[in-house]
């Protein structure tokens, strides 16, 4: 068994000279190179290659519920914010409709072995609109009941009591995320987001009594008025709760982009050098609490699915992050969802409204999207394989995809010998292996086989790799 501090380095010197802006590769390419090209009859054409394979694979599903009761203000998800309820009416009725055109197109012998409702608020559809949806799907996938399916659901614990959960657990779900942010009241108030330790930890303690095999939390850090101080007292109430997995994000502050941050003042946030010791303070004490660092914002106990398959090599990065199960059609369904079928990536329209008129006259909605080539496909394998297992076998490369990799690979590898002076990484003659100091940096190590960004140079787009 190992955990953070046996795994990773924490190394703020370093940190600070790579912290730059990269991509987080929940897919590769990145969505920045999606174009409109790529429409329905793209999207169509990849699926039935998928269905000719010949041993086809199994199919996960993403939902993307886009409502919320209230607004936290630093959130940049694709959402609407609105105390009506019945303003999710029509965009059910949409969703149907794409359930049932996608479900037309892939062989109804391909088992879904994964389902994930994110948002947006899943939570904020009523118990009768859970249950419909849910049927719905039942109805038109080929869904069976069983143990090894993985079922979860993004949680917003205001929205929830603990009836609810009993009612998640009856409709299949196995697994949840619940955000928190953070349990500091200051720092509730600043981003508009109450909830009590106590409301949180009791739908946990409800959810295992339910069976639920994995509960991950979400927290912040770099919101207004945090302090290292703060936020470790955050981290150990968390702690105390014992969630499987964790996902500790850094929060970038970017009103430009997102709206709702503007409500968020700048002098209220924490320096660089406050965020940065907020970081090594978290790798610190999850590892001395047994916590496994999976990747970038991932933590995991041992027994957690997300250890199991990192030591089984089938962690996979997606878009919903890190993610078991690697072999699977990934169909994403609602409005802004990504899936990834076969050799393609597709997003569905931004805007619910021009999502719900597509769906009414029996379009699929989607907007973009991008079919891979071969070197897409090479490029996108080493980088998951950084990714996810922290090492690179050149010679299984060379052999699986018919290159010598040291050759196609010759100014990659020449550009890592920077890393590899500043220990990242291991760079021998046949393999590469990230340092338990180039851990925090995987993002920095894998952005160097991105061929977009050695063509373009423009970084602006992404967040900063911590």
């Keep these: 068994m190992k955990t953070v501090l046996e795994t990773t380095n924490f190394d703020a010197g370093l940190i600070r000279k790579y ?6 590769y929940t897919s590769y390419p990145t969505a920045v190179q999606f174009n409109d090209s790529f429409d329905i009859p793209s999207y169509e054409q990849q699926v039935q290659l998928s269905n000719e394979e ?64 994110g948002g947006g608020t899943p939570t904020y559809l009523t118990d009768l609109q859970l249950t419909e949806l849910m049927a719905h799907l039942r109805e038109h996938f080929n869904m069976p009941a069983c143990d090894e399916h993985e079922w979860s659901i993004e949680i917003d614990p205001r929205t929830m009591d603990e009836n609810r959960i009993d009612l998640l657990a009856d409709l299949g779900f196995n697994r949840m995320s619940l955000g928190i942010q953070d349990f500091n009241p200051i720092v509730q108030k600043a981003v508009n987001r109450i909830q009590s330790p106590e409301q949180t930890e009791a739908l946990m303690i409800r959810a295992r009594e339910q069976g639920f095999q994995s509960i991950s939390v979400d927290l912040i850090y770099g919101l207004p008025h945090q302090t290292v101080t703060s936020f470790n007292q955050t981290l150990d109430t968390v702690v105390a709760m014992r969630p499987d997995r964790l996902s500790i994000y850094n929060y970038a502050h970017l009103p430009e982009l997102f709206r709702a941050q503007r409500l968020i003042k700048a002098e209220d946030l924490p320096t660089a050098e406050t965020k940065l010791a907020m970081f090594g303070e978290t790798i610190e004490r999850l590892g001395a609490a047994g916590y496994r660092y999976i990747g970038m914002d991932h933590f995991a106990l041992e027994t957690d699915e997300l250890c199991i398959a ?31 079928v076969g050799d393609c990536y597709s997003q569905n329209q931004k805007i619910i409204a021009d999502y719900q008129n597509g769906l009414e006259k029996n379009q699929l909605p989607i907007a973009r999207g991008l079919v891979m080539h071969d070197e897409d496909r090479l490029r996108r394998a080493v980088i998951q394989q950084v990714m996810c297992q922290d090492r690179l076998d050149f010679n299984d490369f060379s052999h699986k995809y018919h290159i010598h990799f040291r050759k196609h690979f010759a ?18 003659d046949d393999y590469l292996e990230v340092t338990p ?20 140079g423009n970084t602006t787009r992404f967040s900063k790799v911590i």
């Design 54 to 117: 010949l041993i086809p694979r199994p199919l996960s599903l993403y939902i993307h519920i886009p409502f919320c009761h209230e607004l936290c203000y630093y959130c940049g998800c694709n959402k609407k914010v609105t105390q009506h309820p019945e303003q999710a009416i029509p965009y059910l009725r949409a969703l149907y409709r794409e359930i049932e055109l996608q479900a037309q197109l892939f062989d109804h012998d391909r088992k879904v072995v994964q389902l994930h409702f």
């Design 411 to 428: 100014i990659e590898l020449d550009l890592l010998k920077v890393q590899a002076a500043d220990g990242l990484i291991k760079l021998a």
């Design 19 to 24: 912290d730059k802006q990269g991509p987080r």
């Design 437 to 456: 100091r180039g851990r925090l940096l995987l993002r920095s190590i894998a952005m160097v086989f991105d061929q977009y960004l050695h063509h373009s």
């Design 310 to 340: 990192q030591d089984e090599g089938t962690l996979q990065r997606n878009f919903q992050g890190y993610s078991t199960m690697a072999r699977c059609d990934l169909v994403g369904l609602g409005v802004s969802s990504i899936g990834q």
